[in-house]
């Protein structure tokens, strides 16, 4: 077994990590952006289909833009956050087997070929990429709010025109406001949540 990384490393990535919805006005660099996404691509996915796509959105009208297609209580944190990430999930990422999965595309692309089977694939593993970015920023140290609530047809119009992805949630990230956060909720406990079988 390998050795698990320190209680502090633990504690930054989950048991101390919150949702933020404030932001401070530390700019998040290009640079950053780019390991992020270097470090999340690792995480597996179903015959490493990698759907998720995504759109890191920086620019004051970028971010006009995106607000204006949240929830009222959503817009302030778009607007604050130093960038916030559109998740897609992208219909098409079979198109990229021969790419990801040289050994074996063709018959992974004949069993994603069914529109049902595609899109649970592309939601499924669209959104543990999801999850990977949200926990490979917390690992560089980036703060994170996770949402839904804003309307996906208007941001794959406004964002994804002409392409096969389809948005699955948003997520500000930059250095959190620490009094923009609510009194931690409760988890489940071990026993109400798992069992062995």
Not at 13 to 25: E, L, Q, V
Request: hydrophobic share 40%.
């Amino acid at each position: 077994m390998r050795q698990p990384i320190s209680q502090d490393s633990l504690d930054q990535i989950f048991r101390s990590a919150r949702t933020y919805n404030g932001w401070a006005k530390t700019p998040v660099g290009e640079s950053l952006l780019h390991e992020l996404y270097d470090l999340l691509k690792w995480g597996p996915t179903s015959a490493n289909s990698s759907p998720a796509r995504f759109v890191f959105v920086r620019t004051a009208e970028g971010k006009e833009r995106l607000a204006g297609f949240a929830s009222e209580r959503n817009q302030p944190k778009i607007l604050a956050a130093p960038v916030t990430v559109i998740i897609g999930n992208d219909i098409g990422f079979a198109d990229k087997l021969p790419q990801l999965l040289p050994h074996n595309a063709e018959a992974m692309q004949k069993a994603f070929a069914p529109p049902e089977v595609r899109a649970a694939t592309a939601m499924r593993n669209g959104t543990l990429q999801g999850a990977y970015l949200i926990i490979a920023a917390r690992a560089l140290g980036l703060d994170c709010g996770p949402m839904s609530g804003f309307d996906n047809a208007a941001v794959d119009k406004a964002f994804f025109v002409g392409t096969s992805v389809q948005s699955n949630f948003i997520c500000c990230m930059g250095s959190g406001d620490p009094g923009s956060v609510f009194p931690r909720s409760p988890r489940l406990d071990f026993e109400e949540a798992c069992r062995f079988a």
